[in-house]
C-alpha cells in the first residue's frame, strides 16, 4: 500500500484543545477519580492516556489518578491469522479494577474489533463496576461490531482505503491517509 493523498484532520492548538475538551468531559463524570481508572490500549491508546492522565493530573493536582497500559494482542480474533508475528506490548495495571469505573482509552474507533479485545482482556483482571471507552478519533462509517465511544474528539467520515494517523509527539497531528494498492 502506498500514500496517495493526505489531509490534516487536528494540529497543533486544535489537538491539544480537543484532548483538553475530553478531560474536562471526563472530569464531569468522574468528579475527584476515586473509584475511577484510565487504561491506554497498547499500542497507541497508551500515548493518548499519559496525555489525558498529565492533563487531569494538573487540574486535580491533589488526585491520585490511577493510569495504566493494557495489551491486547492474545484477545484479539485475528492473532492466529496474521502473516507477521504480532508484537507484544507491556500491560501495566499495578491497581485493581474491581469494582471501578474503567475508562479505556485509544486513538481510533474504527470497527471495534480492538474494544472488543480489550473488554475480553480487562476481564482476566477482575470486574469492574462500569466501562467507559474514550477516543480521539471515531471513524463511524467503518464498524463491524455494535460499539461505541463514550467519548470522542473527532467522528470523521472515511472509507476502508482510508488510515487515520496520530501523531502525539510534539505539536501533534492528526491525518487522514488515502492509500491505494501497489
Known sequence: MKKTG???LLSGPVLQLTIERLCLQLL????DFEDTVLIGLQPRGKFLAD???GFLSDLLPNANIKCGTLDISFYRDDFR???DPIEVSETRLDFEIENKR???IDDVLYTG???RSAMDALMDYG???EVEFLVLIDRRFSRQLPIQAD???RTVDSVASERVDVILEGEGQVLLNTMEDE
Request: hydrophobic share 30%.
Open 6 to 8: 493526505e489531509r490534516v
Open 81 to 83: 491469522r496474521r502473516e
Open 113 to 115: 474489533r480492538s474494544v
Open 102 to 104: 474503567v475508562v479505556l
Open 51 to 53: 496525555k489525558v492522565h
Open 28 to 31: 464531569e463524570s468522574h468528579n
Open 127 to 129: 470486574r469492574p463496576k
Open 151 to 153: 467519548y470522542i474528539g
